[in-house]
């Protein structure tokens, strides 16, 4: 089953971002995706995650089901014309 959760700091509270994986028997994180401005270093595949304010260490928080791929493209809804005016000015 596909997961997402927030990256939460310990120390300050601070949401560094978001984190998606997959969970069977155990979890396995494949994604960090940080939150919009953010400033810290981009941890590289196996390095722990920190607090990108404080450093201090993080946790999950309110891990949740992915929620399901949106569709490729949506074709737009046809336009409708304009009604021409029946009582026109001679």
Known sequence: ????????????????????GERTTRLVLRKFTPRQGYRGELPS????LRCERCSGP???????????ALLSMVPPAARKRSKSSRNKAA
Request: proline letters at 11%.
């Open 1 to 20: 089953m596909q997961v997402v959760g927030d990256v939460k700091c310990y120390h300050c509270g601070h949401i560094s971002g978001q984190v998606e």
């Open 58 to 68: 993080v946790f999950l928080e309110d891990l949740r089901a992915a929620p399901p």
């Open 45 to 48: 595949p196996g390095q722990p």
